[in-house]
């Protein structure tokens, strides 16, 4: 049986003496069945909004409160469509299964 790796998303037999992923050694379990395509969709958004929400931060901390208090919602706004992006990849793949 094939698993996924959620940390790094690559897809090896599992082992039940052996549950640790052969890429980056994050824990694989059974249940981990589902495999993604691009098991990383989403994240890179997520990351990018927070580092801009944290210099949109230092901008309404030390320059202006009016940009740097807008940057941040826009930049919060980002984090939630890359988690609805990730939510929307795993769906797809639940739906493709046939779980």
Same mark, same amino acid.
């Given at each position: ?15 039940? /003496? ?8 994050? #824990? ?13 969709? /989403? ?8 580092? #801009? ?13 009016? #940009? ?24 797809? #793949? ?6």
């Amino acid at each position: 049986m094939k698993v996924q790796c959620p940390n790094c998303g690559l897809v090896q037999e599992f082992d039940p /003496g052996y549950k640790i992923c052969l890429k980056c050694g994050g #824990a694989v379990e059974e249940s981990h069945t589902r495999i993604l395509k691009n098991p990383r969709k /989403g994240r890179g958004m997520q990351g990018m909004a927070i580092i #801009a929400f944290l210099l949109f931060f230092f901008l309404f901390l030390f320059w202006s409160k009016y #940009a740097g208090g807008h940057g941040m919602a826009i930049s919060a706004l980002f984090y939630i469509w890359g988690i609805y992006k990730t939510h929307l990849n795993k769906r797809s #793949a639940k739906e493709s299964h046939g779980h």
